[in-house]
């Protein structure tokens, strides 16, 4: 049976982008494997949030995950800040990862050009952070979205380099993994880039039918094509992945052949894909709002969450430590 990590940052809430990029895999691999799925809050301590803050996007996210089908019955759903081994092996990994190596990150090489004054330490080694929560459980697959590649593949570097300065076979290498292969990159309404958080075009789980239509609407297309089959502009292409993911195959392929015959309004389209995206996320947002109101509900899961995964991360930070040398008195 694999063992599959995965998890998110507490940074707000979740958008299409995290529910296709991840979530969904997750949620279907849960009954065939050993999952463990958690909430990345230390990793949001690298933007820092506000302490008003922090408690609220946990719990937001953790009812989320529940909300979209993640069985807490099932899977190990938990906190990151809940299990004390994992900064442990965070801090032992640190001490064979290189500075050339976290600073030539493609993701940190973002932050710090989003944000110079903010380059702090934990940026730098959020990739053995990273690799911290997924080696802890002994991970063969981690269900993610097309950006984390490379963060999968600073993990397998820094598990095999355990492996080898220590002569063991400790760490199994971890894997990105889709269903469908190729990692998945959602776009965002805003004409180019991936959905995220931080770049104020996304489309959240929470949101309501009339922000989702204002959303879409106000997505950036452009005059329409002037010559039958041509490829797609950004923008365009943007809409119709989009689509593809949220709409019936039908709808993506009436659209798409309107496309190609140059008779497509773009308006119809948006008017669809709002109507689709409301379709697929109203249950969603419903079940949010039910389980968000239980706080004991969420307590517990909460709770069970945190002893079964530090269960299975306190058994490998003992053979990490017995391995490195640590020895009792
Ligand atoms: P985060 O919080 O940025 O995103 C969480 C998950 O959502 C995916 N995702 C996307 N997938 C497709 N299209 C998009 N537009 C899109 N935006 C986000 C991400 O790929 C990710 O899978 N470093 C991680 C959190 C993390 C983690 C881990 C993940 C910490 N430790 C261990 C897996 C295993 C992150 O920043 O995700």
Avoid: W
């Avoid at 971890?174 to 990692?183: D, M, R, S, V």
């Avoid at 104020?200 to 297309?221: C, E, F, Q």
């Amino acid at each position: 049976m694999d063992i599959v990590v995965s998890g998110i940052r507490s940074t707000g809430k979740l958008h299409l982008g995290n529910y296709f990029g991840a979530l969904k895999n997750f949620v279907k691999m849960q009954h065939e494997n050993k999952c463990y799925f958690f909430i990345a809050d230390y990793h949001s301590l690298t933007t820092h949030p506000t302490p008003d803050d922090l408690h609220g996007s946990v719990k937001q996210v953790l009812a989320e995950y529940i909300a979209c089908g993640l069985d807490p019955e099932v899977a190990t759903l938990y906190v990151q800040s809940d299990v004390p081994e994992i900064p442990e092996l965070y801090l032992l990994l640190n001490m064979n990862a290189y500075l050339g190596e976290l600073e030539r990150c493609t993701s940190f090489k973002d932050k710090i050009r989003s944000n110079p004054n903010n380059v702090n330490a934990g940026l730098l080694t959020y990739p053995t952070l990273m690799a911290a929560d997924i080696i802890i459980h002994k991970a063969h697959k981690v269900p993610v979205g097309k950006d984390q590649e490379q963060h999968l593949e600073m993990t397998r570097t820094f598990a095999n380099r355990f492996n080898r300065l220590y002569n063991v076979d400790l760490f199994p290498e971890p894997a990105a993994y889709n269903f469908g292969e190729q990692l998945v990159k959602i776009p965002g309404l805003d004409g180019s880039g991936k959905m995220g958080k931080s770049e104020g075009n996304a489309i959240y789980l929470s949101d309501n039918p009339a922000t989702i239509r204002k959303k879409v609407m106000r997505a950036v297309s452009d005059s329409g094509p002037t010559e039958p089959n041509q490829p797609k502009p950004e923008p365009i292409q943007n809409l119709f992945t989009i689509m593809n993911v949220v709409s019936s195959d039908e709808t993506h392929q009436f659209y798409s052949d309107k496309y190609n015959d140059c008779e497509i309004r773009y308006g119809d389209m948006k008017k669809q894909l709002a109507e689709d995206i409301i379709t697929f996320t109203e249950p969603i947002r419903e079940r949010i709002e039910a389980i968000l109101a239980d706080n004991e509900y969420l307590k517990k899961v909460a709770k069970h969450g945190a002893e079964k995964a530090r269960e299975s991360a306190s058994k490998t930070v003992k053979e990490v430590r017995e391995i490195i040398g640590f020895r009792p008195f």
